[in-house]
């Protein structure tokens, strides 16, 4: 069984940055995706970001420009600059990863930001 477990949530001001981590029981290089999502109060939960084995990345329109995914295969952790945050972007933030057809996901971490 994968576990998920996401770090570095908080309450932070408008403009400030974070730094979520997602720490895997195993090694993240073998998963086919490496994605996180996040859902806001009332809303669907969305695809943020995702990178691929070879280091390729892909952010959501509303993202671009202040989020940066990244991972160290060594430590077995993803991770997800925030910078220039703004309040839309208060959610619980969900670390994903897919092996073999099965979906693995973290418990989530609270981001929330003040204006």
């Known amino acids: 069984q994968v576990q998920l477990v996401e770090s570095g949530g908080g309450l932070v001001q408008a403009g400030e940055s974070l730094r979520l981590s997602c720490a895997a029981s195993?090694?993240?290089?073998?998963?086919?995706?490496r994605n996180w999502y996040r859902q806001a109060p009332g809303k669907q939960r969305e695809l943020v970001a995702n990178?691929?084995?070879?280091?390729?990345?892909n952010y959501a329109d509303s993202v671009k420009g202040r989020f940066t995914i990244s991972r160290d295969n060594a430590k077995n952790t993803m991770y997800l600059q925030m910078n220039s945050l703004e309040p839309e972007d208060t959610a619980v933030y969900y670390c994903n990863m897919n092996s073999g057809g099965t979906d693995y996901w973290g418990k989530g971490t609270l981001v929330t930001v003040s204006s």
């Open positions: 195993r090694s993240i290089f073998a998963f086919n995706t």
């Open positions: 990178i691929t084995s070879s280091g390729i990345t």
